[in-house]
Structure formats: structure tokens, C-alpha cells
T-cell receptor
Framework: NAGVMQNPRHLVRRRGQEARLRCSPM?????VYWYRQLPEEGLKFMVY????????ESGMPKERFSAEFPKEGPSILRIQQVVRGDSAAYFC?????????????FGDGTRLSIL | GENVEQHPSTLSVQEGDSAVIKCTYS??????FPWYKQELGKRPQLIID?????GEKKDQRIAVTLNKTAKHFSLHITETQPEDSAVYFC?????????????FGKGTRLHILP
């Protein structure tokens, strides 16, 4: 059973470009979470999705950021018109059960660098 | 909302000695407390978790204790080895509302000294 797969592992963008980060959850997992991690800091919740549904996006900036988890295919975190402050590691986690009190399994992350 | 504090931010211990990392939480409704280990440049890995209906859980050299009254929980690593060097994150969560989320501490960088 493959783990949570994220790609790309590293992404370099210039200011103003778009960044698309992909996450394929573990097989059988229908709950996906996206987190952002700055150097020397913890994981900050961004968004929680189930298939075709955004359950909680309270941690995601309202502008430039969006997320989806379609019926088929990976979950996508999209950042439009990137700025230097978007540079961070973005991690995706998945769980087979609903609820924040269930174990989450993380992918290897995407390290986003903005030039 | 929930707030998780983690101490210390950095910890150095001699190989073979024990390491203890402590966390406090603010929401008395929190009922799930996972611990993650993150090596440099790698994914956070769940190493142990505990639920509020137990006070202690052990898995080989790793143990976690929970004091619900005081709202704090701790990670204990015994007989530390070089491969234990990493950043450790505690977290707390509850399941009351659909949009409840896991809240992470800021991490403890553990150095195992040879």
C-alpha cells in the first residue's frame, strides 16, 4: 500500500506565477488535509477536504489560494500570483476516517521556493 | 480555540540517556494526542498516539503519558540512539464539530550526542 504521494517534491516559481501542488492520498483514504510549514516552525493547518467537498478552509488565505479534491484524481492545492512569503514546505496528510481525532499520514511534502 | 505549547524547543542528551518532551493544551474537550517525528527534509511520521481514556501508552523505547486534569502530556524516549535525532511535534485534537482540526506544537529539536 503506497503512502501519501506528493508531487512535485520541489517547485520553483517566480513572483506572479501559479503553483500547483498535488497530493494522492493513501489507498482507501478519502480525507485529505493540507498543512504549511515554515523553517523551524510547526505545521499550520490550511484546509480539510473530502471527495468533491471542502469541509474546512479556515486556515487558507481567502485570496490566491484554493484547493480541490475531485471524484477522480489527486487533491490539488493551487496558489495564484505567488509572492515571496509563499515560500514554505506544503504537506498533505490523509486519513481513512472522518474526524480530527483520527491518525493522519503525511506525504513527503512539496518545497516551494519563490524567486 | 485549542492552543498547544511544547517544551523545550531544543534538547541535547547523551546517547543511551532518556529524553522527555512536554506539551500542554488548553481545550479540555481535546481527546486525541499524537506525536510525530520529522527528520531533516522528510515527512512527519506518526510514532505514537494516546487517547484521553488512558493515562499511559508504551511502544518499545517510546512512551507517552497524559494528565487530563493538568492538561499536559509528555513523550519519553529511553535508551536514546543516534537515529532518534529529529524534530518531534506533539499535537492535540478533539471531535466535537466537523471542522475540528489537529493543532500542532512548535516542535522540539532533539540531538543525541555520541
Amino acid at each position: 500500500n503506497a503512502g501519501v504521494m506528493q508531487n512535485p517534491r520541489h517547485l520553483v516559481r517566480r513572483r506572479g506565477q501559479e503553483a500547483r501542488l498535488r497530493c494522492s492520498p493513501m489507498k482507501g483514504h478519502s480525507h485529505v488535509y493540507w498543512y504549511r510549514q515554515l523553517p523551524e516552525e510547526g505545521l499550520k493547518f490550511m484546509v480539510y477536504l473530502q471527495k468533491e467537498n471542502i469541509i474546512d478552509e479556515s486556515g487558507m488565505p481567502k485570496e490566491r489560494f484554493s484547493a480541490e479534491f475531485p471524484k477522480e484524481g489527486p487533491s490539488i492545492l493551487r496558489i495564484q500570483q505567488v509572492v515571496r512569503g509563499d515560500s514554505a514546505a506544503y504537506f498533505c496528510a490523509s486519513s481513512p476516517w472522518e474526524g480530527a481525532d483520527q491518525p493522519q499520514h503525511f506525504g513527503d511534502g512539496t518545497r516551494l521556493s519563490i524567486l | 480555540g485549542e492552543n498547544v505549547e511544547q517544551h523545550p524547543s531544543t534538547l541535547s542528551v547523551q546517547e543511551g540517556d532518556s529524553a522527555v518532551i512536554k506539551c500542554t493544551y488548553s481545550d479540555s474537550a481535546s481527546n486525541y494526542f499524537p506525536w510525530y517525528k520529522q527528520e531533516l527534509g522528510k515527512r512527519p511520521q506518526l510514532i505514537i498516539d494516546i487517547r484521553s481514556n488512558v493515562g499511559e501508552k508504551k511502544d518499545q523505547r517510546i512512551a507517552v503519558t497524559l494528565n487530563k486534569t493538568a492538561k499536559h502530556f509528555s513523550l519519553h524516549i529511553t535508551e536514546t540512539q543516534p537515529e532518534d535525532s529529529a524534530v518531534y511535534f506533539c499535537a492535540a485534537s478533539r471531535r466535537v464539530n466537523r471542522d475540528d482540526k489537529i493543532i500542532f506544537g512548535k516542535g522540539t529539536r532533539l540531538h543525541i550526542l555520541p
